[in-house]
Each structure stands twice: as structure tokens, then as C-alpha cells.
């Protein structure tokens, strides 16, 4: 199957700093793609590098068959993009900044408009000045903006920027909507681990600019692991009473209790009951899982 994004050795310097370096992607229709990387990884350039909006200081990149260079038009019909904070007109509302971008896109009528408004629960705040939308609502007209025209390709740089927790939902919901009824293919950055891998069919790991490892979500679960973490009043009398009980709990620089091994894991509840039959019930139990920092470590230098 034709790739939908292609990258080979896409690479972007800025003058001592190598941003992107030597790049090799290859999308498929219907995917799922999710780039995850740390702070400054290169995923905002990357996702600029795909859409024509920085310029590689070497590589290819083709998006929907069709290479990318500034001023090339061909695909862009077909995709749908938000990057890093969303523009707006912030003197218009909600609706009206909507059927701009409808005019820009030469759609016609005004239900492309009403569905998006419905589809991103923007009613409430369609007659709402730009300027006045939260972070969250900002965000989803940019989504809005970004789907309005029901692109095949979605490029999506940080999208839960912003969102609260339901609306992070909302959003996933959608994506993965677009993608397994309608076959849109998505690319997204992100630097939150739950959200990529609870929505990517596949993720990138980006590491200072290069493209670390790539792993299938099913892949995913064998790298991602989990610990119990306990708090108690006596920390110290928590700590001698679950060795007793066959534990092997580690001081945390939080200070409290960490355990990584299977059983506790599994069975929560045995280390609370091995905590209050020793007199030091826990004010806190856990089930935590990695961090991205922690993720990346195992990943990057396994
Ligand atoms: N216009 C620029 N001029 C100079 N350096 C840049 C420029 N844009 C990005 N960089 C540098 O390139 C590296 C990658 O940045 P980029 O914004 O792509 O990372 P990111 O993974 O998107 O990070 P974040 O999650 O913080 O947005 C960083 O070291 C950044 O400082």
C-alpha cells in the first residue's frame, strides 16, 4: 500500500542545532501515527516539515503521493492540520471563524459549519468571540477548523494541548471515530504517554531529533510497566512490615513506598492487608504507571 506521509533522511539544522536528524517515516492509510517525544525532541518540526511550513535542510518528504515543498498546493485539500496554539480571528465568533475557514476552503453551504460546531460540542460557545474562549475551547475550534472539510489526513501537533480530562476523552473518541469509520489516517505529537498509547496504532519515539523506535500498540504493554506506590504514617515500620510479608519495597524520592514486582501489582489488596495487620494501615495505595521519563530511559537503551 502507497505510504500516506513519507520521509527519507528528513533532516533540520539550525545552526549548531540539529532540530530533525535523518528521518526515515513511512505512514499507512487508516493508521494511527503517534510521535512521541520529550520537550525540544523535534516532533513541532517534524510536523512543520510535513505540512510545508519549515523548510528540511536535506530529506524528502511526501505527503499523499505528492512531495512537499513550499507553495505546492496538490494534497492539501485533502488534509486537515492544527499546530501548536490555533489561530483564530479573535474579534469573530466561534460560527463565524468557522465559515471562514469554510469560504477558505471553497465548501459550500452551512452544514459543514453546524456538523463541525455539534461534532467538537462547540454549540454552547458558537456565538462566543474567539478571544474569549478558554484554552480548551480554543482548541477545539482549531480541531473544528482542522476537520471541517472531513480531510483523509489529519496532522495534529499536540492536540490535547489545553483539554481537560473529558475533553482529552472527547477527543480520542473522535480521532479514533475518524479513523476506524471514515479511514482517516492521523499523525499526532504528543508528549503524554497515557494519551499516545491509548489512542496510536503505532508511535515513534523521537529522541533528540532522531526517530529512536517504533512500536506497535500491542507492542506497547511489554514496555510499559507498573508499580504500586504506598504511603503510611510510619514509613519506616510500612517498609520492615513488608519485607515481612516477602515485598521489596524501594524508598522513593517522593518519599514514599515503591513496589515493582508482579505480585503487588496484582494484588493490591494483600499489601494493605499486610500493612494493617502490622499496625501501619496505608494512607495512600497506588497502582502508578511509567512516566514518559522513565519509558524513554527503557526504550531509548534497550
Ligand atoms: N526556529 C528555530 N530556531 C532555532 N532552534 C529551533 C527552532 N525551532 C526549534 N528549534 C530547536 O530544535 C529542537 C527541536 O524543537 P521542536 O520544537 O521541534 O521540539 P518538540 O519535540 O516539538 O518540543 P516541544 O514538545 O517542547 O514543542 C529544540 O532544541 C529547539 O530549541
Avoid at 483564530?88 to 471553497?106: G, I, S
Amino acid at each position: 500500500m502507497a505510504p500516506v506521509i513519507e520521509t527519507r533522511g528528513l533532516t533540520k539544522r539550525y545552526a549548531t542545532v540539529v532540530a530533525v536528524d535523518e528521518l526515515d517515516l513511512r505512514i499507512t492509510a487508516g493508521e494511527i501515527y503517534g510521535l512521541l517525544g520529550l520537550n525540544g525532541a523535534g516532533k513541532t518540526t517534524t510536523i512543520r516539515m510535513l505540512l510545508g511550513m519549515v523548510r528540511p535542510t536535506s530529506g524528502v518528504v511526501r505527503v499523499l503521493g505528492a512531495a512537499v515543498r513550499p507553495g505546492a498546493q496538490a494534497a492539501w485539500s485533502r488534509v486537515g492540520y492544527l499546530v501548536e496554539t490555533p489561530a483564530a480571528y479573535p474579534e469573530l465568533t466561534v460560527r463565524e471563524n468557522l465559515a471562514v475557514a469554510a469560504r477558505l476552503r471553497a465548501l459550500r453551504g452551512s452544514n459543514h459549519v453546524d456538523e463541525v460546531i455539534e461534532r467538537l460540542r462547540l454549540t454552547a460557545y458558537a456565538g462566543q468571540g474567539a478571544r474569549t474562549l478558554s484554552l480548551g475551547n480554543a482548541q477545539r475550534l482549531g480541531l473544528a477548523k482542522a476537520l471541517l472539510h472531513k480531510p483523509d489526513l489529519l496532522i495534529l501537533d499536540e492536540p490535547a494541548n489545553g483539554l481537560d480530562p473529558a475533553g482529552i476523552v472527547e477527543i480520542r473518541d473522535l480521532l479514533r471515530e475518524l479513523s476506524q469509520e471514515h479511514g482517516a489516517t492521523v499523525v499526532l505529537s504528543s508528549h503524554i504517554l497515557t494519551e499516545v498509547t491509548r489512542l496510536a496504532t503505532r508511535i515513534g519515539v523521537i529522541h533528540r531529533g532522531r526517530l529512536v523506535r517504533e512500536l506497535e500498540a500491542g507492542d506497547l504493554t511489554a514496555h510499559l510497566r507498573q508499580r504500586l506506590s504506598v504511603s503510611a504514617r510510619d514509613l519506616k515500620a510500612a517498609e520492615l512490615a513488608l519485607i515481612a510479608a516477602g515485598f521489596i519495597p524501594i524508598r522513593s524520592d517522593a518519599d514514599d513506598l515503591v513496589l515493582t514486582d508482579a505480585r503487588a501489582v496484582r494484588e493490591p489488596d494483600a499489601v494493605a492487608i499486610a500493612l494493617v495487620a502490622a499496625g501501619c494501615p496505608p494512607t495512600r495505595l497506588v497502582v502508578e504507571q511509567d512516566d514518559l521519563e522513565t519509558f524513554f530511559l527503557r526504550v531509548v537503551e534497550a
